[in-house]
């Protein structure tokens, strides 16, 4: 984003844009160039634009102009583009069908710039929409349809895509896409709806076949089990909505349990594990897998649910093959790693044609499962297998394109149940199902059917729970209040210099002390040359440990308030004070230093490092130094600086010169710290308002905090426009999922 001041709008500027000249595609073109240098338009979103015109010079100007805005918003995480939402900048009299109007209403920024880029988008819209001889949605249809580039199709035409060739671009029902997206909806869709509709026939009679083949279980056998993993309820007390997921879940393939943190989600996986493994025949080896889409996340889904297991285990040891069930749950794994990510290829091991060898897949923090990732792994998983995914719907959806989870919980707040589910739900948990929750006629989605949210959290009954219910309410004023209400869990810090991050960084502040350096004393605390190996792997742990309890998030990567400025002046102030050392001078590379936090940037699967990971440079334990000797037994050489990650109790580590994609991180944005908790998190807003600070980023920003939260805004107003804001990411994938009533 820049904060340059930028020129005026677009007729100003290019003799292409005159007023009385009609926008040809040149001049559309001249247009987006300048965006693209003036930082409004990535280089990339205009050589689309550039290569429809070069391979198809007859392409029209709109087209030009659609393609580029498509490929900067597919960069900001939206699916498609809404045309009605595009011809609505140009003038509200455009006439724009109903259905389509709710999203014009709701659509944020088109480019990466101040007010001049969306008055300059503006303008030229109002100019090719004026130009046009019948102007509207069907004449830029139209106009789309006659390209070769572009595929327009009927609403909801299956997955195939229908006869002709693979164009580029695809138009359906008003929205263009990018052909992969569209694929990649569309797959989803009809993989979600086979999953929540009639069980498929065994395809094989294999003993496998058998799981998601059985009938359903007896509500009244449920109900008696759910009364032993659960703690025991209280006759005539209201629904427990945990056991409501369980029943709900054991009724389908596919099953969404949405709720905030620390609602429960896992506690209650776990008891659903042990429920599906009670209910089951003993004679079916049930293949459970657990899944993430980070390696942190993969590993306190594990660590969770195994604690929670050995706490049913310890109250009741006779209930269940405890062992058995332990056996039958492997490893948790990232999603690219289940999938079977490979090196230098985006393709994956496992597809429809070599699919995974599970009969339950767990997947937790599901709102960053991606639109393309969430297509292979349903195209990967066999539709006999059962899907459960866990995640807050509520958090910001992934950097990449799609808002899965949002668009599958689209109904979970409501619930809109269907007489059925009710009494299935009734019958197997001894309470009714609250009737705010049950659907109007006609309004029982099958998707609906399949998923709950658990609304009470048990982790969050503080300030830090309140600020989110606000933030999550869309209510800014108070949620500053309760920012500004005495105690240590909460502050506000309103400095409008960046100094005042790097003191929270170096210090803490007053109720939430430390911040980065209880990390540095532990830094300092190697132990001796001569001391073991295990000695230095509890070193390592303990230094991993005590930088996971503070950090820095940032809603910009750029600028002096972003992750990149943040960063540098946290590495300069440690410098300064000698907590770091490194970098060429100590035989490093340049910017290696012990101690450097990284997150990791690509996946790498052989090198067993996936995107997100977070992990620290420290040096090996050292190595006995061949041939030499003295009287204090033999020398030992400094160990190589190697990246030590934690998954849970597990450390693996990787040269760190062998680490080619990753970034510091000191400070990290707000996108990446999803899956992770820390006890004081700072989430730092701009200076300035801008569309990226959203409700969804604060609200994700402000959950990652275990114990203490502190925001920096030196503009109380940037917050208060941010909690405001929703983001709504174009999409399709509503509309093709609405077709399930029940
Ligand atoms: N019904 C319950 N009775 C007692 N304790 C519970 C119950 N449900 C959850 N908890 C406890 O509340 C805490 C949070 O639960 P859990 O970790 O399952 O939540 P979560 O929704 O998975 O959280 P996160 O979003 O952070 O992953 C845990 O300590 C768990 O043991």
């Excluded at 269907?418 to 009737?435: E, N, Q, R, V």
Aim: charged share 20%; glycine share 10%; aromatic share 4%.
């Amino acid at each position: 984003m820049t904060t340059l001041n930028l020129p005026g709008p677009a007729q100003d500027q290019s003799p292409h844009t005159a007023p009385d000249t009609p926008p040809d595609a040149a001049a559309v073109l001249a247009e987006l160039a300048r965006w693209a240098e003036l930082g409004w338009l990535r280089r990339l979103d205009l050589a689309l634009a550039r290569w429809l015109q070069a391979e198809l010079p007859d392409s029209p100007p709109e087209l030009l102009l659609a393609a580029a805005l498509l490929a900067q918003r597919e960069g900001r995480g939206h699916s498609c583009i809404v045309l009605a939402d595009l011809l609505a900048l140009a003038d509200a009299a455009v006439p724009v069908p109903t259905d389509l109007a709710l999203q014009a209403a709701e659509v944020d920024e088109w480019l990466d710039g101040p007010e001049p880029a969306q008055q300059a988008l503006r303008s030229l819209m109002a100019r090719l929409v004026a130009e046009a001889s019948a102007p509207g949605l069907a004449h830029w249809e139209a106009l789309f349809a006659a390209s070769p580039a572009v595929q327009v199709l009927a609403p909801g035409v299956p997955e195939t895509g229908g006869a002709g060739p693979a164009t580029p671009l695809l138009l359906e029902g008003g929205r263009l896409y990018l052909r992969r997206h569209w694929r990649e909806e569309c797959l989803v869709a009809a993989e979600v709806l086979a999953r929540v509709g009639p069980a498929p026939m065994p395809a094989s009679g294999a003993v496998n076949d058998l799981v998601a083949e059985a009938p359903p279980p007896d509500p009244a056998e449920v109900r008696a089990w759910l009364d032993r993993l659960f703690t025991p309820r209280e006759p005539g007390a209201p629904l427990d909505w945990q056991r409501a997921a369980c029943a709900v879940a054991l009724r389908g393939r596919l099953a969404l349990i949405t709720g905030g943190p620390g609602t429960g989600k896992t506690y209650t996986v776990a008891r659903l594990l042990a429920l599906v493994f009670a209910l089951q025949p003993p004679t079916v080896p049930l293949r459970i897998a657990l899944a993430a889409p980070t390696g942190k996340a993969a590993a306190r889904l594990k660590q969770s649910i195994d604690l929670a297991l050995q706490g049913l285990r310890q109250a009741q040891p006779g209930l269940l093959d405890w062992d058995l069930l332990a056996q039958r749950l492997a490893q948790a794994h990232t999603l690219h790693k289940l999938l079977g990510a490979r090196p230098d290829t985006r393709h994956l091991r496992h597809d429809a044609r070599h699919p995974l060898e599970v009969d339950l897949l767990v997947v937790d923090e599901a709102s960053m499962v991606h639109l393309e990732l969430m297509a292979a792994l349903l195209a990967a998983l066999p539709r006999r297998a059962r899907l459960l995914l866990l995640g807050d719907k509520d958090q910001l959806a992934s950097v990449e394109a799609g808002a899965v989870l949002g668009d599958l919980c689209a109904d979970a707040e409501a619930g809109r149940y269907g007489s059925d589910t009710a009494g299935w739900i009734a019958a197997c948990t001894g309470a009714p199902l609250p009737a705010p929750y049950l659907a109007a006629p006609g309004e029982a989605s099958a998707l609906a059917q399949q998923t709950v949210m658990l609304r009470e959290s048990r982790r969050f009954h503080g300030a830090i729970g309140q600020l989110a219910q606000a933030v999550n309410a869309g209510d800014a004023s108070v949620a500053l209040q309760r920012l500004q209400a005495p105690g240590p869990e909460l502050a506000h810090l309103a400095d409008p210099q960046p100094g005042g991050v790097l003191r929270l960084a170096l210090q803490g502040r007053a109720g939430a002390e430390g911040g980065y350096g209880p990390f540095l004393q532990a830094l300092g605390e190697r132990p001796p040359p001569s001391a073991s190996v295990e000695d230095h792997a509890a070193w390592v742990r303990r230094v991993l440990g005590a930088f996971d309890r503070f950090r820095l998030l940032c809603a910009l990567r750029e600028g002096d308030w972003g992750v990149a400025g943040l960063n540098r002046a946290i590495e300069q102030a440690l410098r300064q004070r000698g907590l770091i050392h490194g970098g060429a001078s100590a035989g490093l590379g340049n910017d290696w230093y012990e101690g450097r936090p990284v997150m990791v940037t690509r996946n790498d699967s052989a090198l067993g490092v996936y995107n997100g990971d977070v992990g620290l440079a420290l040096r090996a334990a050292p190595t006995p130094a061949s041939g030499q000797g003295s009287g204090s037994g033999p020398a030992r050489r400094a160990g190589p600086l190697r990246v030590w990650f934690a998954d849970g109790d597990q450390l693996r580590s990787v040269l760190a010169s062998r680490l080619a994609a990753v970034e510091t991180a000191w400070a990290m944005t707000v996108h990446k710290s999803q899956g992770s908790e820390f006890e004081h998190t700072v989430l730092v807003l701009p200076p300035r308002a801008n569309p990226v600070a959203t409700r969804e980023l604060v609200y994700t920003g402000i959950t990652r905090a275990r114990s203490r939260f502190t925001l920096v805004a030196a503009q109380p107003a940037v917050f208060e426009q941010a909690v405001r804001r929703r983001t709504r990411r174009a999409s399709g994938l509503p509309m093709r999922l609405a077709g399930t009533a029940e």
